[in-house]
């Protein structure tokens, strides 16, 4: 047994610290290809074999509080590199990869190799990375075998693994090493010290601060197990006469696993279940309701869903609040979680710094070494001009869901500072609209969903100068005070729900006179700060939809605008015209898909009376999860028009799973079936069901309304779609059902 030894942790390099320094997006695993596994805070990207590799490749690594506590991990074995025979996600928390080495070098024929030794790795994502490794001889004699795990870290921010530029970094110390564990540290520049220790099971026969190795005879068909444990962010050790010992009293694999599953079990069983006559469209709504589970996480104590891996797996104001929206059919916990949360992290100052103003709900939150620091404003960030409204449309919309009128006294006062907020605060000028203008060196340019550098320009790439008003942003305004409004009357202050009534009124008929533009058959992507129109053709014209801002007329238009050919890729709706100069299928938000959007405007085509115009969308999106794997949509894929290939082209580095994108099969879902609840009248309406033509059939079983456990049955028959009651639970629910 080999053993580096040292009494304490001497200060080294960053050239040294290995893994570092050298942070790499140029070749090797792509994002897309990569195995993710995520729970809580924790989330883990590898490529194919299981390895992270090269040191410092871009994205892969263990992530925990926007820290990445593994940068290097790599497993290698006698008989040279194995071949994967199969590498599969089996939960979101759990991966099984299986490789295969040939017996050149255990005296097979060179001529004629074949495929001797198994190699199955096993991966757990609860508290920490488990994994535990199975050797299986298949040759008729034993063998003498060896194998080894290579490990580092480099402790960067997430920010810096995507791509932000540091002129210093704080101090790396030598990694300390035991019999059985290998711990690093990393001394931040807010002083912070961070540990993350990798711990070994069965004792290496060598060890040392680049890994472990275990020499063993190999006898046939009796497998052999290693398993190690990676804790990050762990606590320094309680004395010198016992410093890994984080080791003991760890769980078996198989009981750590059963564990974490029963919570996914009760998960599945608190949700709605869609069951359809399509099995891979099963899959796909299966697949995005554990996903969001996996993105659910607690942050300082209090849950909220997260917005996506591996860039956004933190809150995020606008994220959460969409995912919200969507999943309320499906789960409504989500958003009175998200509302909690956001309420309690709503503005209270104004800091420049961070955009913080009272009332405003936040944009992101981040829990690393920069924000830590004070590099980044993300303490939290405030800089986003629609989550302030778009937090009351939720406020509303679940109170329309679950009728609990406790939860609306309780979040009462914080709806009245976001209202303020969007008078005082948000309508920078004073001409009714609410607009942004950064005022962070560091903030976004651009604070609506489009906030990319880049994200809202004219037809021709110029970029409008601030203060920006957006033409969807203005939608939710008008669509909070409308709801608003009717929460004041429920709660019977008629007084106030009468002036926010006229509030909405006005705001949306000024909507339609300063952002309609005839010549387009659409509604401006936004007014510059001199109050031009940007003559944009952009999928923001239909987030006015979802709010019921257009008159029937101009919704129609709009709708068709959307669905013309320079708009509607053949895989959902582009988020910009073709037609336009500034196009790019390729970039982040002039000319991309995203399937939240397509959910929002389907949703705004059902609600606005359009509903057949929804069905190509829905369609669109079902065949392009069908193209990818697991059938979950990814955050975006490229606007390339739709040819004879059987999948979409994807962005390189889009999230996957992404909160928002993993709802918006449920959005679809719910402008599909038209169920409108009413919980607090005990009502659900069912408008003009109509079923995409892949689905024959959809029962939906337990969904939540109230005190109420619905289930409805819903049958296309040629271009009709027929919707029966098949049970209430609870207590008792009027269902009304309108068929076209």
């Known amino acids: 047994m080999k053993v580096e030894r040292k009494t304490e942790p001497a200060p080294i390099s960053m050239q040294d610290a290995v893994g570092y320094s050298s942070i790499d997006c140029r070749h090797g ?57 199969s590498a599969q996600v089996i939960r979101t928390f759990s991966a099984q990869i299986d490789l295969a080495i040939d017996d050149k070098v255990f005296g097979g024929d060179a001529w004629n190799v074949a495929n ?125 006469g016992n410093r890994h010992t984080r080791r003991d009293g760890h769980q078996s694999f198989r009981r750590r696993h059963d564990a974490i599953e029963r919570q996914y079990d009760a998960w599945r069983d608190s949700c709605t279940r869609f069951v359809s006559n399509v099995p891979d469209f099963n899959t796909a709504l299966e697949q995005a309701t554990i996903d969001l589970r ?34 309320l059919g499906m789960n409504p916990r989500i ?35 920069l924000a830590r620091a004070g590099e980044i404003p993300h303490v939290p960030y405030y800089g986003t001009v629609d989550a302030t409204p778009l937090w009351l449309m939720l406020l509303h919309e679940t109170w329309r869901w679950t009728g609990d009128v406790a ?51 004219f037809p021709d790439g110029t970029l409008p100068n601030p203060p920006v008003a957006l033409v969807e942003v203005q939608g939710y305004a008008c669509d909070a005070k409308r709801r ?39 509604f401006a992507l936004a007014l510059d700060g001199d109050k031009h129109p940007l003559p944009t053709v952009t999928s923001n014209a239909g987030h006015l939809l979802w709010c019921r801002v257009p008159d029937a007329l101009r919704a129609t ?10 708009m509607f890729s053949g895989w959902g709706l582009r988020t910009l015209s073709a037609e336009h100069a500034v196009y790019n299928p390729m970039s982040y938000h002039d000319g991309s898909v995203w399937p939240h959007d397509n959910g929002i405007v ?51 580095v889009s999230c996957s799973p992404q909160a928002w994108a993993s709802g918006a099969f449920f959005m679809l879902l719910q402008a599909s079936t038209g169920v409108l609840p009413d919980a607090p009248g005990h009502e659900l309406h069912i408008r003009e069901p109509l079923l995409p033509p892949f689905l024959r059939r959809l029962v939906i079983e337990g969904m939540q309304i109230g005190g109420s456990r619905v289930s409805l049955q819903f049958t296309r028959r040629g271009k009709r779609t027929l919707a029966n009651l098949l049970d209430v639970e609870g207590d008792p629910l009027r269902v009304r059902i309108d068929l076209f």
């Open 29 to 85: 695993t792509t994002l897309q290809d990569s195995m993710v596994l995520k729970h809580e805070l924790l989330f883990l990207l590898l490529d194919a074999q299981g390895n992270v590799d090269p040191p410092g490749h871009c994205g892969l690594g263990l992530f925990h509080h926007d820290t990445r506590m593994l940068s290097h991990y790599v497993l290698n074995v006698a008989g040279g590199t194995p071949t994967q025979l």
């Open 116 to 240: 001797a030794v198994h190699v199955r790795r096993e991966l757990l994502l609860d508290e920490q990375l488990t994994e535990r490794v199975t050797f299986t001889n298949f040759l008729t004699a034993p063998i003498e075998f060896w194998a080894a795990l290579s490990v580092a870290n480099d402790f960067a921010d997430i920010f810096e693994v995507r791509g932000w530029k540091r002129k210093e970094r704080g101090t790396f110390y030598e990694p300390e090493v035991d019999e059985r564990s290998l711990a690093f540290s990393y001394r931040g520049r807010d002083g912070r010290v961070i540990r993350s220790v990798v711990c070994f099971d069965v004792e290496p026969d060598d060890i040392g601060p680049d890994g472990a190795r275990w020499r063993f005879r190999l006898e046939p068909n009796r497998p052999r197990h290693l398993e190690w444990h990676v804790i990050p962010d762990a606590p320094p050790p309680r004395d010198e």
């Open 294 to 327: 996996a993105l659910y996480t607690r942050v300082d104590g209090q849950a909220i869903i997260s917005a996506g891996i591996p860039w956004y797996s933190t809150p995020f104001g606008r994220d959460s609040i969409i995912t919200s929206m969507q999943t």
């Open 335 to 369: 958003a009175c979680d998200t509302l909690r949360y956001l309420a309690r992290m709503q503005g209270r100052r104004e800091n420049p710094e961070t955009e913080e103003q009272p009332g405003r709900i936040m944009h992101e939150l981040r829990r690393g070494e």
């Open 407 to 457: 939860l609306v006294r309780e979040l009462l006062p914080n709806a009245e500072r976001a209202l303020e907020w969007m008078d005082r605060y948000g309508d920078i000028d004073g001409d009714g609209f609410i607009e942004y203008a950064k005022t962070s060196p560091n903030g976004l340019v651009n604070q609506g969903w489009k906030d990319s550098w880049d994200g809202v320009p």
């Open 484 to 522: 608003m409004a009717a929460l004041y009357h429920a709660l019977g202050d008629h007084a106030r729900a009468k002036v926010l009534r006229a509030q909405a009124a006005q705001l949306r008929e000024r909507i339609i006179e300063a952002f309609w533009l005839e010549e387009l058959g659409t």
């Open 557 to 566: 238009k709009t709708g068709e605008r959307l669905l013309a050919p320079d």
């Open 602 to 652: 389907a949703l705004g085509l059902s609600l606005t009376g359009q509903k057949p115009a929804m069905l190509p969308i829905f369609n669109a999106l079902y065949d392009a999860a069908l193209g990818v794997r697991y059938e979950r949509l990814p955050e975006l894929y490229c606007g390339m028009p739709r040819t004879e290939g059987r999948r979409p082209v994807l962005y390189p």
